[in-house]
């Protein structure tokens, strides 16, 4: 289950767009011709603005976090900021060379998995992709480094979650974490109509629960969706209460997480590619601490509607009482006029350098 408010104050870091693959589901439009990448200064410093604003978990995705030949410094500057960190990897370049710097800066390592050989060959865009991924992880074992396996969920392999979940068992996994497939990015042109219904939704929900009384502790499996009952006992972990908190209570890391920047200095909120009317705005402008005072200023009410918006969307009466939190909250985001009504992102930015 999803829990937006949780103690896990999550910055997620998109260093770079280049990867190895070019994968159907690529929320962020990775691919082996980017080229685009964040400085290691700029980088550096966020980290460290962000511990101080309270984040405790540092996650490096992409793109694939391995191709980004700095990312080892910006691992260690995490731990020293007392921040856990996390990658997210395709798997195939964890060889011996990238293990040993990954191991003792990587507290999780989290390699994708998008179901069966086949399944997953064709969602990465590649014949080998699996084979090649397969073969790293004896090395991944011998290497002690911790690790779990993000799946993708589609209208075409949630069938597969047995099969995924025995897998990630065989292969003495720490972690199973199941989102169902955001239409952002490669998605929006590549698997038109292959975001799970809300059946399959539900389907996975309750696989995903069972999967949990069944495995106890030799396998901690998370799914990325809600139930109805959650949501109304707790608005809070939802960014949801009725009134409007006194914001001064409260570390920026306990108004958002996870917080995301992107590849281009972009930060935003919840996930990649949120609707820009709600953004901080870019590093590239302006620092992430004077990001954060200026939204906390100008676009937190605004965000916060927005939140309460969802919030009464998926708590009304429903056939169905699963729900999906981050996508409903990215769809009304972008349809919302409550981002028009505040203050543009370009006028933070003017603010912050000032």
Known sequence: MVSTGNFNRIL?????????????????????????????????????DASVQGYTIASFSGGEPLVYKPLPELLKQAHQCQMHTTVTSNGILLDERHLEQLTGAVDLLAISLDGMPASHNRMRSSEQAFEKMAARLEGVRQSGIPFGFIFT????????????????????????????????????????????????????YLKATRLREALGDKLFVQIDLTHQDLLRSNPGSFFAEESLINQED??????????????????????????????????????????????????????????????QELTAPAHLPITDWYETLMQLAKTSEAGEKSTTVSTVQENAIV
């Open 153 to 204: 969920l589609t209208k075409q392999n949630f069938r597969e979650l047995d099969w995924v979940a025995n897998f990630a068992l065989e292969q003495r996994a720490k972690l199973l974490q199941i989102h169902p497939l955001a239409e952002v990015g490669h998605a929006t042109q590549s698997l038109v109509g292959y975001r799970p219904n809300p059946s399959i939704l539900s389907y996975a």
């Open 250 to 311: 409260y570390s920026f890391a306990e108004l958002i997480s996870p917080l995301i920047i992107e590849a281009d200095g972009t930060v935003v909120p919840m996930q990649h590619g949120f609707d820009r009317n709600y953004a901080l705005g870019n590093l590239n402008e302006a620092s992430l601490s004077e990001l954060t005072k200026h939204w906390r200023q100008e676009r937190y009410r605004a965000f916060r509607e927005l939140c309460q918006q969802v919030y």
């Open 12 to 48: 997620q870091i998109h260093p770079s767009r280049r990867c190895n693959l070019r994968c159907l589901h690529c929320y962020s439009s990775s691919s082996p011709e980017e080229r685009d990448q964040l400085s290691v200064p700029l980088l550096l410093q966020a980290i460290t």
